[in-house]
């Protein structure tokens, strides 16, 4: 049975975990709009679940327009037992969007790519009055 390591990941503005466990998601997105660029996004959560093998494991997210990095994160994790699920809440905060032009969000897992999401940019034609 092959696992995959990222059970899903989603971009939203808020998210959190309530005291018994549950993750709050708030306003959920799968692109980004804007009458313009460059654009600031204020703030947007990226929320990833991991099913992780025992061991350690150094893993990245890059949120990246073409060749360049618009947002990086990093973090080890050690799991203790067979395979662990891993809630990761990854705040990205001022996210500067120059061209209208996809966005692509990577994890890799020990330098290996394991997931790849695209974001659209969408530009909104302003409504004539």
Known sequence: MNIQPVEFSILCDYASLSVD???NLNG????????EVPVVHPQLFVVTKFILPEG???????LMQEDKALAKANME???????APHTHFWNI????IDEFKPLELQILLGGKQ???KRIPVVKVEEKKK
């Open 21 to 23: 466990g549950k993750l």
């Open 28 to 35: 959920m997105f799968e692109h980004i709009m804007a009458k």
């Open 56 to 62: 350690e494991h150094n893993i990245s997210l890059s």
């Open 77 to 83: 994790k050690k799991v203790e037992q067979k395979l």
């Open 93 to 96: 905060k001022n996210l500067k």
């Open 114 to 116: 394991v997931y790849v």
